[in-house]
């Protein structure tokens, strides 16, 4: 028996990398999933993967900047199973590798509000309507998917970093909020996760520094105390612990999952 035997796993904004090792390690402990994203194909084919585990997926195409989505799809949500027991916030916009310091900004700093407009406004839309269904159940788990550079600081990084850091202080108040509805609200802040998105700037960087991509993962490698840059199926089980009783007593935490990249 599973360790989500029986759960329902809302999934908002998946991708390729984390969000697709999340959705089949769930599936392969029991839950039944719903998955959106802005692209259909991506969701469909994660879809069908999980089906052929032996669970319920249901893949909704949905752009949480949009109010309209983010009911659609919990609506749809609970139509289909009845109840999410735990929603894992995936999407996100950055601003790399397109960084602008405050000097070279926009003068209405437009450049920076987009990060904000997804990371932490249609995030926090999207958990605000899940997390009225879990009141009503007095039950859930949220959990929000932050990122090193909310510690870890680069020049050029006000619109990313900033935003990521908001939703962290948001998201420890909400676990204030909703924890006497017996609902847990954590964050995890991935470092390098190798996948496709750390691939490409790996090649990115190269290209930059007319070196090789393994030259460059190999310097991230030697700052990490465990010398390597751990996949996005090892941070998914990070997001199962967050998703299972595990993590009962657990709730308004960072959890910093980095190989040893830095340590918080």
């Not at 029986?6 to 999340?22: I, P």
């Not at 009911?71 to 139509?79: F, V």
């Not at 070279?104 to 009225?132: H, I």
């Not at 949220?142 to 909310?150: C, G, L």
Request: proline share 4%.
């Amino acid at each position: 028996m599973g360790m989500l035997e029986g759960q329902t796993v809302f999934l908002s904004g998946v991708g390729e990398g984390l969000g697709r090792d999340a959705a089949l390690l769930f599936a392969r402990e029991g839950a039944d999933l719903v998955i959106t994203a802005r692209r259909p194909d991506i969701i469909e084919s994660i879809a069908a993967e999980v089906r052929q585990l032996g669970r319920k997926c249901l893949p909704v195409v949905c752009d949480i900047t949009k109010l309209d989505d983010c009911e659609r799809s919990t609506h749809a949500a609970i139509e289909r199973f009845g109840k999410i027991d735990t929603l894992v916030n995936i999407a996100y916009v950055t601003d790399w590798p397109k960084r602008l310091t405050l000097l070279e900004s926009e003068p209405d700093l437009s450049n920076y509000r987009g990060c904000f407009e997804v990371n932490v406004f249609a995030t926090l839309q999207m958990t605000r309507l899940v997390a009225k269904h879990m009141v009503e159940r007095r039950a859930g788990r949220i959990v929000m998917i932050n990122t090193m550079t909310a510690e870890k600081v680069y020049p050029g990084s006000e619109g990313y970093s900033g935003s990521k850091i908001a939703l962290q202080r948001m998201t420890r108040a909400v676990a204030m909020e909703l924890g006497e509805y017996g609902i847990r609200v954590n964050s995890m802040h991935p470092g390098f996760m190798w996948g496709p998105q750390v691939e490409k700037v790996m090649n990115l960087r190269a290209i930059q520094n007319g070196t090789t991509p393994e030259q460059e993962l190999k310097k991230v490698t030697d700052q990490a105390a465990l010398r390597y840059v751990p996949p996005t199926e090892e941070y998914a089980r990070t997001l199962l612990f967050f998703a299972s009783s595990l993590s009962d007593a657990v709730t308004g935490q960072s959890l910093h999952v980095n190989g040893g990249l830095y340590f918080h």
